[in-house]
């Protein structure tokens, strides 16, 4: 079993900073890739930011030069530095990392239960 827990999402003025963690734990063999996505209401679920086990990163382009995602290998955690935050991030934000169980069998997704970011106008 696998879980993934986030932590640091709240309410947040225009202009300001939040900082999201994501550990995960449990039977995990092996990370391929560890990221965040966001919701908005009415919106669909997409990609912010993907940090792959060489240390390459991938962003969304309305979150380029704002946010940063770094990873902490030892401690399987993800984090999400959002900065110069805009009301239009206001979603909730979710944890995704695929990995491994076994050092046999696939890749997965596994995802946190989500956070709630609100940036306030």
Same mark, same amino acid.
């Given at each position: 079993?696998?879980?993934?827990?986030?932590?640091?999402?709240?309410?947040?003025?225009?202009?300001?900073?939040?900082?999201?963690?994501?550990?995960?734990?449990?039977?995990?063999?092996?990370?391929?890739?560890?990221?965040?996505?966001?919701?908005?209401?009415?919106?669909?679920?997409?990609?912010?930011?993907?940090?792959?086990?060489?240390?390459?990163? %991938?962003?969304?382009?309305?979150?380029?030069?704002?946010?940063?995602?770094?990873?902490?290998?030892?401690? %399987?955690?993800?984090?999400?530095?959002?900065?110069?935050?805009?009301?239009?991030?206001?979603?909730?934000?979710?944890? %995704?990392?695929?990995?491994?169980?076994?050092?046999?069998?696939?890749?997965?997704?596994?995802?946190?239960?989500?956070?709630?970011?609100?940036?306030?106008?």
């Amino acid at each position: 079993q696998v879980q993934l827990v986030e932590s640091g999402g709240g309410l947040v003025q225009a202009g300001g900073s939040l900082r999201l963690s994501c550990a995960a734990s449990g039977s995990i063999f092996s990370i391929n890739a560890m990221g965040w996505y966001r919701q908005a209401p009415g919106k669909q679920r997409e990609l912010v930011a993907v940090i792959i086990s060489g240390g390459s990163t %991938n962003y969304a382009d309305s979150v380029k030069g704002r946010f940063t995602v770094s990873r902490d290998n030892a401690k %399987n955690t993800v984090y999400l530095q959002m900065n110069s935050l805009k009301p239009e991030d206001t979603a909730v934000y979710y944890c %995704n990392s695929i990995l491994k169980t076994t050092g046999w069998g696939p890749s997965l997704h596994y995802w946190g239960q989500g956070t709630q970011v609100t940036v306030s106008s």
